[in-house]
RNA sequence: GGCCCAUUCGUCUAUCGGUUAGGACGCCAGGUUUUCAUCCUGGAAAGAGGAGUUCGACUCUCCUAUGGGCUACCA
């Protein structure tokens, strides 16, 4: 192949939300794009007219947006190889219809969908093909004057693909190598129908690929099959010396048990199988989505790149520009990938882990403020310092976090039992009046004085420490002690000691 | 049923004829720690089965099994 501009297309079809799966493949599209400096384009295949569901494209171009898939031109840019919605291109597939027609590569056929249905039941293994068309209502086997009077008298017809049988059809796949088909077992299929006027999935797909200039399809394994088909249309319409190459993706299996992941996996394992939340508009049920579950979209991305492809080294964690630098669809794999949402969820944690507080810090904000709890910019920057390391969602910082702004009410019962000792009042009592009169209340010199104060008094350090960590959080955990007593401050800290010492139960010793 | 694709730890995967079959998630055990987490270290864990080809097969070929996809006037 001669060397040219990589053109790659990511098509969905608008019957609802994006599936993970076809992010995926977008993702695989746009990395090939930006790797090869090549242009990555958005079509909607709305050519089904009876599956178009409203929303559905603006959805998707949200979607693309939260995740930083970049398009160069599509049905929401514009591009000069516009319209990028398919079904504002009727005319042109009318044209491309007229041509195979008059060149005998097509037929027109009257078969009802009653008939059809109907010989599927006559014959067994049913198919349009070479050996069946004969004993169809098509302009084959009709008088042309029959044909032309069924037409005109409006009569709804099909125009389908007339395949000759018995050869050999090769697709080269860039990720499976040469898959061979033989003809023979594939159909005539259904090219365009007149009652909406609009071709199938297959025709217009060819049709504006050429077009559109793509130079590689990149898509899911599904549509290996039709494979065959679309290299017999490049050649029926004499574009086989400019046909795309093709890559045929595996598929993303359920994480568990057998077959494809579907959305009632998402629903049934608790995870997200779209990337934004998705109410249906007919239903009015709601799917959950990775961006209103917590995750970073640099994770979901990360994450999705290696279901399927790996750049051949330990390397794990990478950004999208990083992947773009490595991506290589020699190293796509064959098989199809459970999907490990366990995994996700550790990019996701590693994510933020990474990440700058200060761009967690918004989230957060808005997060407890729906909880009744106004955090400012700078005490959320602190929180989430101390406390990102230990959640996979930055929604779980909520109720970890509470305690920095609430003082507790309640005590858990099982701490309680466990570290609020008979002398625990006492001891919490001194240690209270050490710190009112300590000037610098920093956790690093409170953790200094602190720390002189039970040497001195040999003090066991547990006790201390496990009843003090009680009495401010209310629980026996979080994190280093002093940081928490350093950020609610002294008053607070005094404050919350004394009511601990006043409510919490006295114990024999 | 027919056609096509696939098959390495539980999962995602590395290996492109000669390796103690490597990494990661998860799991288990230690360690760090005032708690809970985090973190660190270690561990268990794999070539579907059978024939070939070869001095030598996870790697190449074939068969079987299993899994997956397609088989619409859906995409």
Redesign the pocket.
């Known amino acids: 192949m001669t060397e040219q501009q990589v053109r790659v297309r990511f098509?969905?079809?608008p019957?609802g939300p994006l599936h993970i799966g076809g992010v995926r493949t977008a993702l695989y599209n746009y990395l090939f794009a930006r790797k090869h400096g090549g242009q990555m384009i958005l079509r909607i295949?709305d050519?089904?007219s009876?599956?178009f569901v409203p929303g559905a494209e603006n959805y998707i171009i949200e979607a693309f947006q939260w995740l930083g898939i970049e398009f160069d031109e599509g049905v929401h840019i514009g591009g000069e190889y516009g319209p990028y919605r398919q079904s504002e291109r009727r005319e042109i597939y009318k044209k491309y219809v007229d041509v195979l027609l008059q060149s005998g590569k097509a037929y027109i056929a009257?078969?009802?969908?009653e008939e059809?249905t109907a010989k599927?039941e006559e014959i067994k293994?049913f198919?349009?093909d070479a050996t069946t068309r004969n004993l169809m209502n098509n302009s084959l086997t009709l008088p042309k004057e029959e044909v032309e009077r069924l037409i005109a008298n409006g009569n709804?017809?099909?125009v389908r693909f007339l395949i000759e049988p018995g050869r050999d059809v090769i697709v080269n796949d860039l990720i499976?190598?040469e898959?061979?088909?033989?003809s023979s077992?594939l159909?005539d299929?259904?090219l365009y129908?007149?009652?909406d006027e609009?071709?199938?999935?297959?025709l217009?797909?060819i049709v504006d690929d050429h077009l559109m200039k793509i130079t590689h399809v990149i898509r899911g394994?599904?549509?290996?099959?039709?494979a065959p088909l679309h290299v017999l249309l490049y050649e029926a319409f004499g574009w086989a010396d400019v046909a795309p190459s093709f890559a045929h993706l595996?598929?993303l299996?359920k994480?568990e048990?057998?077959?494809?992941l579907s959305k009632r996996d998402g629903d049934r394992l608790g995870f997200p199988v779209f990337p934004l939340e998705w109410t249906d508009p007919k239903s009015g049920d709601v799917s959950s989505g990775y961006r209103e579950s917590g995750y970073l979209p640099e994770a979901v991305v990360n994450f999705l790149a290696?279901?399927?492809?790996?750049p051949?080294t330990?390397e794990?964690l990478m950004s999208m520009d990083r992947l773009i630098e490595l991506f290589d669809l020699n190293?796509c794999?064959?098989?199809?990938?459970?999907?490990?949402y366990?995994?996700g969820?550790?990019f996701n944690?590693?994510y933020i882990?990474h990440m700058d507080n200060a761009s967690i810090a918004p989230q957060f904000i808005g997060l407890m403020s729906s909880e009744g709890v106004e955090v400012t910019t700078e005490q959320a920057i602190t929180v989430i310092d101390l406390m990102k390391?230990?959640?996979n969602f930055i929604p779980e910082l909520v109720p970890m976090c509470r305690f920095f702004f609430v003082a507790p009410v309640e005590y858990d019962g099982k701490?309680v039992k466990k570290r609020w000792k008979a002398d625990s009042p006492t001891l919490m009592g001194e240690l209270a009046d050490f710190l009112e009169k300590m000037e610098d209340f920093s956790s690093e010199n409170q953790?200094k004085e602190v720390g002189a104060w039970i040497a001195k008094n040999e003090y066991h350090?547990?006790n201390i420490?496990?009843a003090?960590?009680l009495s401010l959080v209310g629980e026996?955990?979080?994190?280093?002690?002093?940081d928490i007593s350093a950020f609610i401050g002294k008053d607070e800290t005094l404050r919350r000691m004394r009511r601990a010492i006043e409510v919490l139960p006295r114990k024999e010793a």
Do not use: C
């Not at 009257?110 to 969908?113: C, I, M, V």
């Open positions: 098509a969905p079809s019957t295949e050519t089904d009876h599956r009257f078969d009802t969908p059809l599927r293994n198919q349009y709804n017809y099909v499976r190598g898959v061979v088909i033989n077992v159909d299929k259904v129908k007149s009652v609009l071709p199938t999935y297959h217009a797909n394994e599904e549509w290996l099959p039709s595996p598929l299996l994480p048990g057998n077959g494809k290696l279901l399927g492809w790996n051949g330990d794990e190293r794999n064959k098989s199809g990938a459970k999907f490990d366990e995994k969820r550790w944690h590693e882990l390391g230990r959640v701490t953790e350090l547990g420490m496990n003090w960590r026996g955990k979080g994190p280093h002690m002093f």
